[in-house]
């Protein structure tokens, strides 16, 4: 509770300096921080950001969180909150769509065509859980359509939100996973150890929506925020992330 | 909507791992407070505030430097590597010895406390008449110290059925094994399961309160016993 009223003196502060406070997905964290900066220089609105599970962001956005700009990991928590009178209606837009991938930190041990998942040798592979985070849900149709779900449910390990998925394989507690393609590319590269890019058609898309919150309704900033997330120059950022439109 | 067979199963290993963890850090905290507060060293002070630390750094800081320990790349991961058992996190063993580091301040120094109320003159009295003093710490520190056992074990009961961030970080969230009672609780508020966290959250409430009143009543009873 004292965390909620901190941070609405926080954004409600923030509100009067002519910034838009966004909730960004924990997937979208790296990206976003690149674009709010090129937004500031390009248009001299301030973003300040806020990262986190999206279902968190909902009871947030609930409770009274003052943020202006959701930008959520899935397309079902905006129109909810459209529907339930909490965002601006017409204000969705699909900003991104993300690529889920199979990493390990172990050069070598996922290959082009995730046949690890068959061949095994690795004790634990981790997944977000399917409950909270879209890309966990985008993993568990994965396995179930490569047949394996029974097989390796007993090995499975649930991260609560994708970035900590992403700790699990990084610190190699868990020595694969399931993570998002921004997790671990940059510059259009996979940057470390072995990945296998899951093929999208293994998974409902994982398209990833954003809603201008009731707050941000006729904000300036907000409003600028959300076209310029469409224009040619936050794409260009995204794509180096692996995101696709 | 009550209790789901993950709920009751999360019930069930929250009270396997803390009691695991109060009877384990009764007779590891006893030499601990023992030598902490009969002890003259230079190292008093060094060793009191390590045993104190995990009251003021966030779980969250605990958490991580044991899932970057305990991993396979780790110093305690290559260690349990080597005598064959594998890497911690994810299981149950992982839990406890996380529990007994998060929750050791509990165990040693209400037990501290009470070794140095006993003093040193029922000591020497006993040694006078001519008790190893082995024994002594058996027939006469041990029993003096009795409330500070029950504070001790009611409190390290209480705080790991509380632990939460540790338990997020080095889980991993199983079913049976690593999901305990707060993490599911989470789990059911970020799924926006409200009904369900619900009766966890009013369980732990309830639950918290009782140990609490329980432990004021007993003090209050020991006071009078004293007096």
Do not use: C
Not at chain 1, 167 to 190: C, D, I, K
Not at chain 2, 172 to 192: F, K, L
Request: hydrophobic content about 50%; glycine content about 10%; overall charge positive.
């Amino acid at each position: 509770m004292r965390f909620l009223v901190v941070l609405g003196l926080l954004a409600g502060g923030l509100a009067r300096a002519a910034g838009v406070s966004v909730a960004v997905a924990a997937n979208f964290a790296a990206p976003m921080q690149k674009i709010a900066q090129a937004f500031e220089q390009d248009t001299g609105h301030k973003a300040l950001l806020a990262f986190g599970a999206t279902g968190k962001f909902y009871a947030l956005i609930r409770n009274g969180a003052p943020f202006q700009l959701l930008l959520a990991a899935d397309d079902e928590t905006p129109a909810r909150l459209e529907k339930e009178g909490l965002a601006v209606s017409g204000s969705r837009f699909t900003y991104a769509t993300g690529r889920l991938v199979l990493w390990s930190r172990t050069p070598g041990l996922v290959d082009q065509q995730g046949e690890v998942l068959r061949r095994g040798g690795f004790e634990r592979l981790a997944v977000a859980d399917p409950r909270l985070a879209p890309y966990g849900a985008a993993a568990m149709q994965v396995l179930g359509q490569l047949g394996l779900l029974q097989q390796l449910q007993p090995r499975l390990v649930q991260g609560q939100s994708i970035a900590q998925t992403y700790q699990f394989v990084a610190t190699g507690n868990a020595a694969l996973g399931f993570v998002a393609l921004s997790q671990v590319m940059t510059e259009g590269q996979v940057s470390e150890g072995s990945a296998w890019i899951v093929p999208a058609k293994l998974h409902a898309p994982l398209r990833q929506d954003a809603v201008l919150l009731a707050v941000g309704r006729d904000k300036p900033a907000a409003v600028a925020l959300a076209a310029y997330l469409q224009g040619e120059k936050a794409r260009a950022i995204m794509r180096g992330y692996g995101y696709e439109f | 909507m009550t209790f789901g067979t993950d709920d009751l199963n999360a019930v069930w290993l929250t009270l396997k791992l803390a009691s695991l963890t109060a009877l384990l850090l009764l007779l590891l905290a006893t030499p601990l407070a023992w030598w902490l507060a009969r002890t003259a060293s230079r190292w008093r002070a060094p060793v009191g505030a390590v045993v104190a630390l995990p009251l003021v750094l966030p779980p969250t800081v605990l958490g991580f430097y044991l899932l970057v320990a305990l991993g396979p790349h780790g110093p305690i991961g290559q260690l349990t590597h080597s005598l064959g058992l594998g890497t911690l996190t994810f299981t149950f063993g992982g839990l406890l010895l996380g529990s007994l580091l998060y929750s050791l301040p509990f165990a040693v120094q209400p037990l501290q406390h009470a070794f140095e109320a006993i003093g040193t003159r029922p000591m020497e009295v006993a040694a006078t008449l001519r008790a190893r003093p082995i024994d002594a710490f058996f027939t006469v520190a041990l029993p003096l110290a009795r409330p500070g056992f029950f504070t001790a074990a009611i409190l390290t009961f209480a705080h790991t059925v509380g632990e939460f961030g540790v338990v997020l970080m080095i889980g991993g969230n199983i079913p049976g094994v690593t999901q305990v009672v707060s993490t599911q609780i989470y789990g059911h508020v970020e799924a926006m399961e409200y009904a369900q966290a619900h009766w966890l959250a009013g369980g732990m409430m309830v639950f918290s309160f009782l140990v609490l009143l329980g432990l004021a009543l007993l003090n209050r009873r020991q006071a009078r016993v004293l007096s």
